[in-house]
Structures are given as C-alpha cells and as structure tokens.
C-alpha cells in the first residue's frame, strides 16, 4: 500500500499522508457500508415479495374500467368461502370442522366471494374509506371478458365465470393446479369487473384471501383482541353455524375463535338494520381494524424482519395482483397502515326473492352516487351544472355558506399547475387561500393576486394537457372549463368570479361551530360506521 | 432513472475505473454506491418532494436503495472487471 504502481509497471516510491489513507479508508468503510446496508435492504426485500402468489388480471381488468378521478388508490379486498387449498385440492374434511367450524365438507360454499370490501386510499392522505359490499346485493355479474353473465348475487360472479371457464381451460390441457390457478383468475377477473361496474370505481389492486388463508393469517397473529357490545353464540350446525361463544367487552381470540367471529351471521340482531349478514359485515370491518391495531401494537409494520415472518405465512394463502408493489404502497397508504380508516357497509333498496333465492334489491346509479359521495368526488348525477356555486345572493346574511356539487379530490394524474386570480370582493376570499386549498388536493401552486378582469361566475380555463386536472378543478366550483391557447401547457388557471363566496366543502373555509366533516355522516348506510381508530383501534361491534 | 440511469452509471463508473491510476480506483470504488444513491435521492427529492415528508421519507429511502441496489452491483462489477483487465494486461507487459 506504501507504494503505488502505474500502468506501466513504473514503482512510485512515494509514501502517501496519513491525510490520504485516513481519507481512502474513510471512502471505502462509507461506500462498503453503503453498499452492504444496501445489499442487505433489497435482499430482504425480495425475501418478502418474491414468494407471493400473484395473479396478472388486474392488468386486463384495468383496460375497461372507470376513470380514475385523480391519483387515488382502491383497493378490494376479496374474502372467498372457499374450504379449498390453493391447487383446487380439499381441505381435510375434520379441519374444516374443527378449527374453521365451517361444516365437514369442502364442497360447501363453493366460490363465493362473502367478503368484498373495497378501500379507498386518497391521494393526498386523510382517511380511507372502505365499503363492504352485502353479498346478496342483486346486481348484473360479468365475466373475465367483461361480458354479461346475467343478474345474480355480487358474491357469485367468481364462482359462476370459473364454472364456465372450466370446460375451456381443461380443453386446452390445462388440469391440478394449472387448472384451478387458471379458474380463480377468471374468478378474480369476474368479480373485479362486476365491481367496477356495480360501484362505477377502478379498481387498483386485489388482495384474496380464503378460509384456511385467514385461519393461517390468524394463526400467525394470535391473540387478537376484538371487541363487542353484547354476549352472543351461534353454535357450529353442519356449516351453518359459525361456532361463535363470545362475551360483550373485549375478548381474545385464536385462530379458530377468529374465524367464528368474522363468519358469524346468526343471532345477530342489532339495531338499525345492522343484523344477519349486514352485521358480520361489521365484524369482518372490525376484526381488519384490530389486525391493524394488533400489527402496530408488536412493531410489524416498519420492521421489515417481522414483516417478513408474516409475509412468510401469507404467502401460501393469500393472492394479490402482480403490479401490487409493496414499497409504493406503503408510501400511498401510511393511513391504512396508521388505523386511519372507516368502514360502512353500502344499504339496498329492499329484500326480494329472485330465481327462489332472498336477495339484496339494489339501484347502482344509487349505489354509486353514494359511494362518490363517500370518495370524496362529485356528484355524478346529470343535474345541470349551476353557473356558479355562489352565484345566489348572499351578501350579509350569516346563514350557512351555499352548498356547492360535492367536492373532488382534484389530484391532476400529471403535475399541474394552477394560478389563481380573484375578482371577488367576500370575506374570506382570496386568491392565495384558494391556491392553497387546491394545492392541499394534490396540485402545484402557481401565481395568485387581484384578476385582471372581474367575471361574475368563476372560469377555469387550461393549456395543453391540463384538461384532466382543469375538470377536477371545474368541479369544485360547480363550473366547465374551456381550453385557451393563451393558457401555458399544465397550467390551469382559476379565475374566482365576483359572486364566489367560498367552497362550502373546505374545511378551512367552514364556519366555525360547524360539525367536523365525515363524508358518511350524511350518506345512507347498512347499520353504524366502524372506525379503526375509536374504542383505542379495538371498536366495539354488535 | 430506470434503464438509462442504470447503463449510464455502469458506464461511468467503468470509464472511471479505466481513466483512473491505481490511487483513484479506491475512490472510484468506493464512491460508486454513494453516487448511485446520491443521485437516486436528490432527482427523487427535487421531482417528488412532496411525497417525501414524515413517514413518506423512511418508506421512500427504502424505495430508493431497493431500487438503487441493483445499479450499485452493476456499477461496481463494471469498475471490478475493468480493474482487473488493467491489472492483467499491466502483469502481461511486466512479463512480456
């Protein structure tokens, strides 16, 4: 090391400084540290992810789904009635009695899909949403191809498009495993489809679990607190009963006992409609928000060591969709992960019988309507658009502030950027408090000040590629926005019209006294909300 | 960054290790996963910087070394390989 030679094999019989070798042997311990912290950090990483069980139909499903309104991310959860292993082979028939209380036969239940709840994560943070959708909602199913399979119950879609797509799929060699893999990714595409089109929302991701999955996920987190408002019990009967004994208060839960407690559906008889099936909506809500609550409490989220253990559990049972990465949804989802959720189940209109079945009646443009409401965006309905939200008189009066089209989560899909300019004279109004409201929904702040013209309804006008964003801002003032080639590419600009009083929807501009907003509050709901975070992340359900 | 910023370190920390005497192939190694994720994480921070606050910046660190990992082996194997070709044909002339 004293000396150095060139490349020409010359000897340079010069002694470096110690300046120099404590400098080189500082570089190389940071760069070797770097590299090592690096190499062990990507290692544990693929460790986590490569063993999942995938499915790539997300991908085909995303081709003919509803627009996304901004960069949010939804998110549906599919719990599948199924007593099968993943390669389509029986559970054994004394385990599917004993510990999943869930009759002795694994030809019960077939693939419905009982469980269906989607999560909406915003795109600027805040809290997500998630609905559970009843199973028995009556609605238009659709195959993988995106095709009518007529009127059916929302939880039969997977099982009905696998059936079909059976003697096609054998018919092309496929059989064991390949066979049942290929069948519930017809499944998954089914019943991701027949949701978009019920809800009228994309949906990004999947995460699939079945019976013996949750019971082995269970396992894994065991005990796991839950918490209930009343003694209830409904004994196993041939795959009827759940196996449910439970005492009001907090009780701790096993693996088995965990299964019992999100499938139990008799003698539940709460208030509000909150019963039957509607109420085991609420216990599967709760029992994800005391997982979440659990996973925190012992240090899995963040640690990715631990992550890595239950990932190790997960990985034989549950499916997500191959374009699910781990590290950009933890970066979208810290609410979720925080316990920042609320759940509601979705209502219907009435009981019915169809093809002698008792089925959930719904209306979807109702359904959907609702479920805008609760994401946050505008109303859908075809109602014409007022001139301006404010435009009505209000001058002095301290009534509440007019009550503009629900407002969007206006995140532009690309970087855009909004000026804003007020020619509005009220209270309260100005061009930077408004630019900054905008930029707290995802888009860049760009120039305020005085607008040099004075219209009496807002403007929202765009340059090139800006179209998108510009509708999400139009919307919030309840206006259209016209395309001018004056406008700089990805800039909108927001001129406030001398009638804006303010959007009655921002929390800054509310009036004090006014109740906190929780976008459910108004909206019609099976049974009470859950929200992960009351009752110290353990609520209380019937 | 992706596939460019990949070929481009590969090829920068080659040509360095090619261009540089034998003192500079210690630094040229070791600073080659310090540029790597430097660069990594000020493009990410000037493009994103709103996404990399609180909690956002510890899930987008990890995000840029299990990105960046893969550059930084590639780069390094570039800069070994070029090293040890220099070291072969310097051995070769001293004989030869």
Redesign the interface.
């Known amino acids: 090391m004293a000396d150095?030679?060139?490349?020409?094999?010359r000897t340079e019989a010069r002694r470096?400084s110690p300046a120099l070798i404590a400098g080189?042997v500082l570089?190389?311990a940071?760069?070797?540290a770097?590299?090592a912290?690096?190499?062990v950090?990507?290692y544990g990483?693929k460790q986590l992810t490569d063993g999942m069980t995938t499915s790539g139909v997300i991908a085909e499903t995303k081709k003919d789904a509803p627009k996304h309104l901004d960069n949010s991310v939804n998110l549906l959860l599919i719990g599948l009635d199924s007593r099968k292993n993943m390669d389509g082979t029986d559970l054994p028939p004394e385990f599917v009695q004993d510990e999943l209380h869930a009759g002795h036969s694994s030809d019960i239940g077939g693939y419905n899909t009982n469980s269906l709840i989607l999560l909406h994560i915003p795109a600027n943070g805040g809290k997500v949403q998630a609905v559970s959708i009843p199973r028995d909602d009556y609605v238009m199913t659709y195959g993988a191809d995106g095709s009518q399979m007529g009127m059916a119950k929302v939880k039969e879609a997977y099982g009905a498009a696998k059936d079909k797509a059976d003697a096609g799929l054998r018919a092309k060699g496929l059989k064991g495993a390949d066979l049942e893999k290929a069948g519930r990714d017809i499944g998954r595409a089914a019943t991701i489809r027949t949701v978009q089109k019920f809800l009228d929302q994309p949906i990004d991701h999947i995460a699939e679990v079945n019976l013996m999955g949750f019971y082995d996920i269970a396992k894994a987190l065991q005990p796991i607190e839950v918490c209930l408002t009343h003694d209830t019990k409904d004994p196993a009967m041939e795959g009827q009963g759940s196996g449910a004994d439970f005492h009001k208060g907090v009780n701790k839960l096993n693996a088995s006992q965990a299964l019992s407690f999100v499938r139990q559906r008799h003698n539940l008889d709460g208030p509000d409609g909150n019963t039957g099936d509607f109420a085991r909506t609420h216990r599967q809500q709760a029992f994800i928000s005391s997982v979440v609550h659990n996973l925190k409490q012992k240090g899995v989220i963040?640690d990715?060591g631990k992550m890595q253990e239950l990932m190790g559990v997960m990985q034989k049972d549950l499916v997500i969709d191959n374009e699910w990465n781990v590290?950009?949804f933890?970066?979208q989802a810290?609410n979720l992960t925080g316990g920042n959720v609320e759940f509601n189940t979705l209502t219907f209109d009435g009981f019915g019988t169809r093809n002698g079945q008792d089925v959930n009646l719904v209306t979807p443009a109702k359904v959907q309507k609702v479920v805008k409401q609760l994401f946050g965006y505008a109303d859908a309905a075809p109602a014409p658009a007022p001139a301006d939200p404010a435009a009505t008189p209000a001058p002095a009066q301290p009534t509440a502030a007019p009550t503009p089209p629900p407002t969007p989560s206006p995140t532009s899909v690309r970087p855009v950027t909004v000026d804003v300019f007020n020619a509005s004279s009220a209270a309260g109004v100005t061009s930077a408090a408004e630019a900054k409201a905008l930029a707290g929904l995802g888009f860049k702040e760009g120039h305020t000040g005085p607008a040099g013209t004075r219209p009496k309804t807002t403007t929202v006008v765009y340059g090139k590629g800006a179209k998108e964003a510009a509708e999400q801002v139009a919307a919030r003032y309840g206006v259209t926005a016209t395309e001018s080639a004056a406008t700089a590419a990805d800039h909108v600009v927001v001129t406030l019209g001398t009638t804006f009083t303010g959007v009655a929807t921002d929390e800054p501009t509310t009036p004090a006294g006014s109740t906190p907003t929780d976008p459910a509050a108004s909206l019609p709901m099976q049974g009470p909300s859950v929200d992960a975070q009351s009752d110290g992340g353990i609520p209380c359900v019937y | 960054m992706g596939l460019a910023f990949a070929v481009a370190a590969v090829l920068g920390t080659g040509l360095a290790a090619a261009l540089s005497s034998r003192n500079g192939w210690w630094w040229v190694l070791a600073a080659s996963p310090l540029v790597v994720l430097g660069v990594t994480a000020a493009v990410e921070l000037a493009a994103h910087r709103d996404r990399y606050q609180g909690k956002g910046l510890a899930t987008g660190a990890a995000k840029w070394v299990v990105h960046g990992f893969p550059v930084m082996a590639e780069a390094a194997a570039a800069a070994v390989i070029v090293i040890a070709v220099r070291l072969v044909r310097a051995r070769r002339r001293q004989h030869g």
């Open positions: 150095s030679t060139g490349d020409d094999g470096p080189r570089a190389c940071t760069g070797f770097v590299f912290a690096s190499g950090v990507w990483y963040g990715l590290l950009d933890a970066q810290p």
